[in-house]
């Protein structure tokens, strides 16, 4: 079903990138505020003169806890490490092997083009770097990359989102 769609999937050597990074911990409900956190960081590189290295992303670290809020941030990559305040963190993309692939379309059928994803790297006998703690799924890299620019595609279902997940090292097991 999340093949309609999906691209086909593939493995990728990435470098580490550093990025600057707003927090939030949300639920599904508070996703506008989610958003509004992308507009926020853009802003704030731009009043510093900071010309961002790539498209706005969402890091999930943990995908949805017994309430059902996820903790995660919003980022943007820079091309080297910035100063930060109280309320922006640095921090990077860490570098390694990730599988991939391009959702397009709708935001709201992202998660169909995630499990589909997920289960591609099953499939492939890939071991994707996370931890179960609990109830918690802690992820080491779990990112969705908003590549397309609202300003000039405002049809949301003609959007392109790209999605990596970190694949544990051999050295790691």
């Known amino acids: 079903m999340g093949q309609k769609y999906?691209?086909?999937?593939?493995?990728?050597?990435?470098?580490?990138?550093?990025?600057?990074?707003i927090p939030i911990v949300a639920g599904l409900s508070e996703w506008d505020e989610v958003n509004g956190l992308v507009g926020e960081l853009f802003d704030w590189l731009k009043k510093r003169g900071i010309k961002p290295a790539g498209a706005p992303f969402f890091r999930y670290?943990?995908?949805?806890?017994?309430?059902?809020k996820y903790k995660m941030e919003?980022?943007?990559?820079?091309?080297?490490?910035?100063?930060?305040?109280e309320r922006v963190v640095a921090s990077y993309i860490p570098g390694g092997s990730y599988v991939?692939?391009?959702?397009?379309g709708h935001p709201d059928e992202l998660e169909k083009s995630l499990d589909a994803l997920e289960q591609w790297a099953?499939?492939?006998?890939?071991?994707?770097?996370?931890?179960?703690e609990g109830e918690d799924e802690i992820w080491n890299g779990r990112f969705e990359f908003y590549v397309t620019d609202p300003e000039t595609e405002p049809d949301l279902n003609k959007w392109a989102i790209e999605i990596a997940f970190l694949l544990m090292r051999d050295d790691a097991a």
């Open 61 to 68: 670290w943990c995908m949805g806890d017994s309430e059902g």
């Open 74 to 85: 919003v980022g943007v990559p820079v091309k080297r490490m910035v100063s930060v305040d």
């Open 122 to 132: 099953l499939r492939e006998g890939l071991d994707i770097d996370k931890r179960w």
């Open 6 to 21: 999906i691209s086909e999937p593939f493995v990728e050597e990435r470098a580490e990138q550093p990025y600057v990074g």
């Open 100 to 104: 991939r692939a391009l959702h397009k």
